[in-house]
């Protein structure tokens, strides 16, 4: 029995199994107890050497050379999509570093040639440990041969479906935004998605949307969705606010807020305003669900939970998946609440 197989029995994550049988405060004790029962139960032995690695790992030794994770971008450095996945960047490198680990960059170029060149310098480099950042990766690693590697993918949209992924729980904070928005005295919620959003998260917020919509007494009802396109005409987002009267908007990722200003949309005095998911806490501190700190941090307690063990791709079953809950933020974009509003929450 591996660690995947005991994390599948006891409900939890991998990473959860790894630190509850090396006794880690950060898993409560219950839980611990739990798992190392069942442990017990099923005389689960972890592999020796690679407790024996991560303890080597933990020697202060400037002499011992730090073993390596690697990121893995589907698109250049200077893209939309890689700058928004940095504020994730930097909370898996603090992470990573804190474990042992020293965090590379790979860059997956658009060239015939761009698989074979990424695998050799993965192996030049003794890289493990892999994590996919967002993308659209196409085909472009069809035949990676993913079973060398421990690998998380931080895709929602499966690159391969025996690979573990972590995303975020788009659905739960789909409906916690609605529910702040609520609160707040909003009735009329529009939802905003982004046009290229992938399909998988798409149905999700949809969903999630008109759920809590349809089962919620105390607001109106569901909106046809905008999606909004950077570069969009303002005047087209005007007419869709204008044509469903709404008090407030929800969106799934956070748009530059010059966007509104053109129009002189004010928030919350016209129309307040919630995202789904905020992948950076700064910016002009929107109300909403903040990822950045939480999602990093999964990302790297997966991974390291699966390297304590030599976890590899096993391309016998379907890759598990973790999603990341985030945090409410109070921002400048709706009203404050009222001390009997918050009580009711």
Same mark, same amino acid.
């Given at each position: 029995?591996?660690?995947?197989?005991?994390?599948?029995?006891?409900?939890?994550?991998?990473?959860?199994?790894?630190?509850?049988?090396?006794?880690?405060?950060?898993?409560?004790?219950?839980?611990?107890?739990?798992?190392?029962?069942?442990?017990?139960?099923?005389?689960?032995?972890?592999?020796?050497?690679?407790?024996?690695?991560?303890?080597?790992?933990?020697?202060?030794?400037?002499? $011992?050379?730090?073993?390596?994770?690697?990121?893995?971008?589907?698109?250049?450095?200077?893209?939309?999509?890689?700058?928004?996945?940095?504020?994730?960047?930097?909370?898996?490198?603090?992470?990573?570093?804190?474990?042992?680990?020293?965090?590379?960059?790979?860059?997956?170029?658009?060239?015939?040639?761009?698989?074979?060149?990424?695998?050799?310098?993965?192996?030049?480099?003794?890289?493990?440990?892999?994590?996919?950042?967002? +993308?659209?990766?196409?085909?472009?690693?069809?035949?990676?041969?993913?079973?060398?590697?421990?690998?998380?993918?931080?895709?929602?949209?499966?690159?391969?479906?025996?690979?573990?992924?972590?995303?975020?729980?788009?659905?739960?904070?789909?409906? $916690?935004?609605?529910?702040?928005?609520?609160?707040?005295?909003?009735?009329?919620?529009?939802?905003?998605?982004?046009?290229?959003?992938? $399909?998988?998260?798409?149905?999700?917020?949809?969903?999630?949307?008109?759920?809590?919509?349809?089962?919620?007494?105390?607001?109106?009802?569901?909106?046809?969705?905008?999606?909004?396109?950077?570069?969009?005409?303002?005047?087209?987002?005007?007419?869709?606010?204008?044509?469903?009267?709404?008090?407030?908007?929800?969106?799934?990722?956070?748009?530059?807020?010059?966007?509104?200003?053109?129009?002189?949309?004010?928030?919350?005095?016209?129309?307040?305003?919630?995202?789904?998911?905020?992948?950076?806490?700064?910016?002009?501190?929107?109300?909403?669900?903040?990822?950045?700190?939480?999602?990093?941090?999964?990302?790297?307690?997966?991974?390291? +939970?699966?390297?304590?063990? +030599?976890?590899?791709?096993?391309?016998?079953?379907?890759?598990?998946?973790?999603?990341?809950? +985030?945090?409410?933020?109070?921002?400048?974009?709706?009203?404050?609440?009222?001390?009997?509003?918050?009580?009711?929450?």
């Amino acid at each position: 029995m591996n660690m995947k197989e005991l994390a599948a029995i006891c409900d939890v994550s991998p990473a959860t199994i790894s630190y509850a049988l090396r006794d880690d405060s950060r898993i409560s004790e219950t839980v611990r107890l739990r798992i190392q029962a069942k442990a017990r139960e099923l005389n689960y032995r972890p592999d020796s050497n690679s407790s024996a690695l991560v303890r080597y790992r933990q020697l202060d030794d400037s002499k $011992v050379k730090q073993p390596t994770v690697g990121i893995v971008y589907a698109h250049p450095r200077s893209s939309r999509r890689t700058k928004l996945f940095q504020a994730h960047v930097s909370s898996f490198r603090k992470s990573i570093n804190h474990y042992g680990y020293e965090l590379k960059e790979y860059f997956l170029e658009k060239k015939a040639d761009a698989e074979a060149s990424l695998l050799s310098q993965l192996r030049a480099h003794e890289t493990q440990g892999l994590m996919l950042a967002w +993308g659209e990766w196409e085909d472009r690693l069809k035949d990676f041969p993913w079973e060398e590697f421990t690998v998380v993918s931080a895709e929602r949209n499966e690159i391969h479906p025996s690979l573990d992924r972590v995303s975020a729980n788009h659905f739960t904070a789909t409906e $916690v935004a609605l529910e702040q928005l609520e609160i707040r005295g909003a009735q009329r919620i529009g939802l905003v998605c982004h046009h290229d959003l992938p $399909v998988r998260v798409k149905k999700n917020i949809i969903g999630a949307y008109i759920q809590h919509i349809d089962s919620t007494s105390g607001l109106t009802k569901h909106f046809p969705p905008y999606f909004y396109e950077i570069g969009d005409s303002p005047e087209k987002f005007e007419s869709w606010l204008q044509r469903n009267k709404l008090d407030a908007i929800v969106s799934h990722r956070q748009i530059e807020l010059g966007f509104f200003r053109k129009l002189g949309l004010r928030f919350p005095t016209d129309v307040q305003y919630a995202v789904i998911e905020i992948d950076d806490n700064k910016g002009d501190n929107e109300s909403g669900i903040i990822m950045d700190e939480d999602m990093g941090q999964v990302l790297a307690e997966v991974i390291t +939970g699966k390297l304590h063990y +030599g976890e590899t791709v096993d391309l016998k079953h379907e890759g598990n998946l973790t999603l990341v809950n +985030g945090q409410w933020r109070n921002g400048k974009t709706t009203y404050a609440k009222s001390k009997a509003q918050t009580e009711h929450a």
